[in-house]
Nanobody
């Protein structure tokens, strides 16, 4: 069992930056892929980026890769999402998730953190 707790959301203005954090606990994350997703009101949950815990290889969605950066700190068992140049369209609940192996289903999810960007 992996427990995930997101933090770092809040209300910001357009153009601002935020860094979201997702602290994992419960078991070793070796072999896991950690992902960030978001869900805007009235829409589905969209994938943003993921990182392979062991080697740090990342993949980021083309539409955000110029502004969002995923990283991880093994010592803190924490995954980060650095978000720059935020726009009102980035307003959503942001979730982190864990998949036992890259390419497998994300089995574990955090509770989400709200990001609101005002114009």
């Amino acid at each position: 069992q992996v427990r995930l707790v997101e933090s770092g959301g809040g209300l910001v203005q357009a153009g601002d930056s935020l860094r979201l954090a997702c602290e994992a606990s419960g078991r070793s994350l070796d072999s896991y892929a950690m992902g960030w997703f978001r869900q805007a009101p009235g829409t589905g949950r969209d994938f943003l980026a993921n990182i392979v815990w062991t080697d740090g290889v990342t993949y980021t969605l083309d539409s955000v890769k110029d502004r969002f950066i995923i990283s991880r700190d093994k010592a803190k068992s924490t995954v980060y999402l650095q978000m720059n140049g935020l726009t009102p369209q980035d307003t959503a609940v942001y979730y982190c998730a864990a998949a036992p192996f890259p390419g497998t289903t994300y089995d574990y999810w955090g509770q989400g953190t709200q990001v609101t960007v005002s114009s």
